[in-house]
């Protein structure tokens, strides 16, 4: 844990003890301050205050003596309303921070210069956190990997000069951070997401930009506008080093792909193209969109001082994500694919531009636009299996364009696409779980989905699962 020292004798609140924020309280707590939280939930309640820290309902405090609220990322800051707690705290005149903040104020105050990493983007911001931590780590460095990847920053050993944190933040935890100031900031792409908590587009490329706008190195995607755009105000400063990174295209200055090469041109003190890495023949590193991740790994870890030949381990060694192009188990050759993760139409995008024989399990909770912006890529899929809430939504997108059945479950889905798949006859068919959709309506999370399809798949008779 890293006990925070900020607040030590000050009275601090805290709303949202789910993972996160339960951690923060106890950090708070083992720092010295005076803490007391809350949360809409009783069990989470109760289990607070089974950890020891003081539960009451922030409703019937004094909040003059209150210094601070610490917010759980989950929780409402701007939109569509400001929470309550948050317009308890504003009226104070309290400030209104998350647990990334509180650990910035950690660095700052023991190991300012300490190694973090911190990484952000619509899609591809777990794969490329997992990928920089195991580079890494296979080149012997100390690594403390969490944030929005799923482990919350302050349950992590404290900031230390030879201690690495590599660590994925939401735009709700970058809202929450004003103080936010690694040593390598990651921006990877930009696509409309979660603007029911931000209102627009632009704020929610603003709260992103914030993650590298204080950074010491800034590497920032080119490959869309938003994130272009970005690139091109911070290149304009002298107080960081911009650093462009592109899968699409060559550039003169900055980190490219090149076939499956990761190239750097013309940044650190030399002018000439150096190779950092190669991707070829890396399942767990297929498509476009993971060439983009390898691309800024690659570079993250060279400004963190790896070399070429120990990126390249690193990459060669990689064993994937879990949910995110998971490679479960191949029957014959059938590949089985958990893509669990893919919870909106652009990142189920990157699965299906990844193979070329797909039979797609695909549904859930939709999103808007559903699958209508895939089009590109039906021609791919030898047949779809629809599941959820959006079957019948997906149904009409695909009609006489992709063959499909309205499966209803994943278990459905499976048995018959692992049936048709076996008899296809081709080279490489792939049964591949891209849901393009929320969980909510059968599973908890995307976790609980992917999972469930993985133990699915380990039952089918003559399935080799890889290691």
């Not at 069990?43 to 601070?68: F, H, M, P, Y």
């Not at 403390?144 to 990847?149: A, M, P, S, V």
């Not at 900031?159 to 660590?167: L, S």
Request: charged fraction near 20%; charge should be neutral.
């Amino acid at each position: 844990m890293t006990p925070v020292h900020s607040f030590a004798s000050k009275r601090v609140a805290v709303f949202g003890l789910g993972g996160s924020g339960l951690v923060s309280a106890q950090a708070l707590k083992a720092g010295g301050a005076d803490v007391v939280a809350w949360d809409d939930n009783a069990a989470s309640v109760k289990k607070a205050q089974e950890a020891g820290i003081t539960a009451q309902d922030l409703r019937n405090i004094d909040w003059s003596k209150v210094a601070a609220l610490v917010l759980a990322p989950g929780v409402p800051l701007t939109h569509p309303e400001p929470h309550w707690s948050v317009k308890l705290a504003q009226a104070a005149g309290a400030e209104v921070v998350g647990d990334i903040e509180l650990f910035c104020r950690e660095r700052l105050r023991l190991a300012p210069h300490s190694p973090f990493v911190a990484i952000t983007g619509t899609n591809g911001k777990s794969t490329t956190t997992a990928l920089i931590a195991h580079i890494l780590r296979t080149a012997g460095k100390n690594v403390q990997l969490g944030g929005n990847i799923g482990t919350a920053i302050l349950s992590l050993e404290p900031p230390a000069a030879n201690r690495f944190h590599v660590i994925e933040c939401s735009s709700y935890q970058i809202d929450l951070a004003p103080s936010l100031n690694p040593s390598v900031g990651i921006l990877i792409n930009l696509s409309p997401d979660h603007l029911d908590r931000h209102g627009t587009m632009e704020h929610y490329a603003a709260v992103k930009e914030r993650l590298v706008a204080k950074s010491d190195v800034a590497l920032v995607g080119v490959d869309d506008s938003y994130t272009e755009a970005i690139a091109r105000r911070l290149a304009g400063r002298k107080d960081i080093q911009a650093v462009p990174v592109s899968a699409s295209r060559e550039l003169p200055r900055g980190t490219f792909v090149r076939g499956t090469q990761v190239v750097a041109r013309g940044i650190k003190s030399s002018a000439q193209a150096e190779v950092l890495g190669d991707v070829s023949g890396i399942g767990s590193l297929r498509g476009r969109h993971n060439a983009q991740n390898a691309a800024f790994a690659s570079t993250a870890c060279w400004f963190s001082g790896l070399t070429s030949a120990e990126i390249e381990r690193g990459l060669k060694s990689f064993p994937g994500l879990a949910h995110r192009m998971e490679q479960v188990g191949r029957k014959g050759a059938v590949l089985f694919v958990n893509d669990s993760k893919a919870t909106n139409a652009d990142s189920s995008a990157q699965a299906l531009a990844s193979f070329t024989d797909m039979f797609w399990i695909a549904g859930g909770k939709a999103k808007a636009g559903g699958i209508t912006s895939l089009e590109e890529f039906f021609p791919r899929i030898r047949k779809a299996y629809l599941v959820g809430e959006a079957a019948k939504e997906f149904a009409q997108t695909l009609d006489g364009k992709v063959p499909y059945e309205i499966s209803g479950t994943i278990d459905r889905a499976l048995e018959t696409s692992t049936r048709d798949a076996e008899a296809s006859g081709l080279k490489e068919p792939v049964v591949l779980l891209s849901p393009a959709c929320a969980s909510f309506d059968q599973f908890r999370n995307f976790e609980v989905r992917g999972d469930h399809f993985r133990e699915l798949v380990l039952k089918i008779p003559g399935v080799t699962p890889f290691k």
